[in-house]
């Protein structure tokens, strides 16, 4: 399930996913976002209890410019084990 929090006027928008896995749903709203010429930042908070599913989402908003927090943990228990943060990915050969 994704969360988005953002309004039309606000330069930036929050994406929350509490189960994130490989971050599909994220990737998806975001690529949704850009086809409609939306100029707006996205800052995303992650988190899941699969750490490898969650270092892909990592590495794949890190790739596509997103910045967030991402964290491995139960998100039903508030348990969190490592967190980490995001910033974009630069693959310039």
């Known amino acids: 399930m994704i969360v988005s929090q953002g309004d039309d006027k606000k330069e930036t928008e929050t994406v929350a996913d509490m189960c994130c896995g490989t971050g599909s749903l994220i ?4 690529a949704n976002m850009r086809e409609k010429n ?3 930042k996205v800052i995303v908070t992650a988190c899941d209890l699969d750490r490898t599913a969650l ?12 910045k967030g927090t991402f964290e491995y943990g139960n998100a039903l228990t508030n348990e969190v084990f490592e967190v980490f943060y995001s910033a974009p990915i630069s693959l310039s050969f």
Not at 27 to 30: A, C, E, F, M, P
């Open 27 to 30: 990737l998806g709203h975001i």
């Open 38 to 40: 939306s100029a707006k």
């Open 55 to 66: 270092l892909c989402a990592f590495i794949q908003c890190g790739i596509n410019n997103v």
